[in-house]
Nanobody, 124 residues
Framework: QVQLVQSGGGLVQAGGSLNLSCVAP????????VGWFRQAPGKEREFVAT????????SYADSVLGRFTISRNNAASTVWLRMNSLEVEDTAVYYC?????????????????WGQGTQVTVSS
């Protein structure tokens, strides 16, 4: 079982910023796309952002476009999600996930390994 380890998150006021990180074993990480998803209470897990194996392609949900940035460093087997201009609606548990192939999509079914989740709470 491959384990992705997340860190970051926490409590921030609206308009603030947070950084999330996700680390995974290099053998299962460096050739795969990585995505971030989030799940708010009572809602389904939703796509946030994804990055291809070589960082050549990124994609964002409309709700975070222009505010969030996904990046990766394969030498460190790490993917980050930089979240700026946070809104109360961004409050959720955030998950990183390793895609089944070199490019991940927007559906959770396209990912086979998941992080443990980290809480992000944005207060008004």
């Amino acid at each position: 079982q491959v384990q992705l380890v997340q860190s970051g998150g926490g409590l921030v006021q609206a308009g603030g910023s947070l950084n999330l990180s996700c680390v995974a074993p290099r053998r299962t990480f460096n050739n795969n796309g990585v995505g971030w998803f989030r799940q708010a209470p009572g809602k389904e897990r939703e796509f946030v952002a994804t990055i291809s194996w070589n960082a050549g392609r990124t994609s964002y949900a409309d709700s975070v476009l222009g505010r969030f940035t996904i990046s990766r460093n394969n030498a460190a087997s790490t993917v980050w999600l930089r979240m700026n201009s946070l809104e109360v609606e961004d409050t959720a548990v955030y998950y990183c996930a390793s895609a089944r192939g070199a490019v991940g999509g927007r559906e959770p079914s396209g990912y086979n390994y998941w992080g443990q989740g980290t809480q992000v709470t944005v207060s008004s």
